[in-house]
């Protein structure tokens, strides 16, 4: 049983540029989160998303970020107009059912904006 | 808000001994769990205990929860080399959407 998948594990944008994010949870599980995590600091919680339905989006920047996790496919975190700032390890978890249960992550996607 | 604030920042001990790392967060919680991350990858789950235990036990972990003090620890024995790691804890807010908000974490170096 294959453990949540994140790619690319590492991505380069210049500053202006798209960058998209991929997530495949485990199988069986409805469940994901988003997180970004800086150098040296702990995971800051960013959207929680079921099948088709963003369930919070607190942690969401409210400009060039979006996420979504269609019916078919993998979750996708999309950032617009990448800024230096934006480079941090963005991490997708998924579970199997909500409520606090435990997570199980990915290894991340490393995100560098030049 | 960040919920959970571990401590101390960076320990740092000889193999064989006990490392023990505190949380602390500010609202009520439905659980706690504690989460280990090596470096380069994701983090993994260890451990929950519910806002209704004290105590709980697994392998070489015991976790404790003080919900009064609004704080918990976690207490590695007979550390080995492999412990070495960064730790978090992270709650699950009463009433929330149930995501869970970590902390800063601890980073342990356990030396041989």
């Known amino acids: ?114 | 808000s960040q919920q959970g604030e571990e401590d101390p920042q960076a320990l740092s001990i000889q193999e064989g001994e006990n490392a023990t790392m505190n949380c602390s967060y500010k609202t009520s919680i439905n659980n706690l769990q504690w989460y280990r991350q090596n470096s380069g990858r994701g983090l993994v789950h260890l451990i929950l205990i519910r806002s209704n235990e004290r105590e709980k036990h697994s392998g070489r972990l015991r976790v404790t929860l003080d919900t009064s003090k609004k704080s918990s620890s976690l207490l590695i024995t007979a550390s080995r080399a492999a412990d070495t790691a960064s730790y978090f804890c992270a709650t699950v807010g009463s009433g929330n959407t149930g995501k869970l908000i970590f902390g800063q974490g601890t980073t342990l170096q356990v030396k041989p």
């Open chain 1, 1 to 114: 049983n294959a453990g949540v998948m994140q790619n690319p594990r590492h991505l380069v944008r210049r500053r202006g540029q798209e960058a998209r994010l991929r997530c495949s949870p485990m199988k069986g599980h409805s469940h994901v989160y988003w997180y970004r995590q800086l150098p040296e600091e702990g995971l800051k919680f960013m959207v929680y998303l079921q099948k088709e339905n963003i369930i919070d989006e607190s942690g969401m920047p409210k400009e060039r970020f979006s996420a979504e996790f269609p019916k078919e496919g993998p979750s996708i975190l999309r950032i617009q107009q990448v800024v230096r700032g934006d480079s941090a390890a963005y991490f997708c978890a998924s579970s199997p059912s909500g409520g606090g249960s435990p997570l199980h992550f990915g290894n991340g996607t490393r995100l560098t904006v030049t």
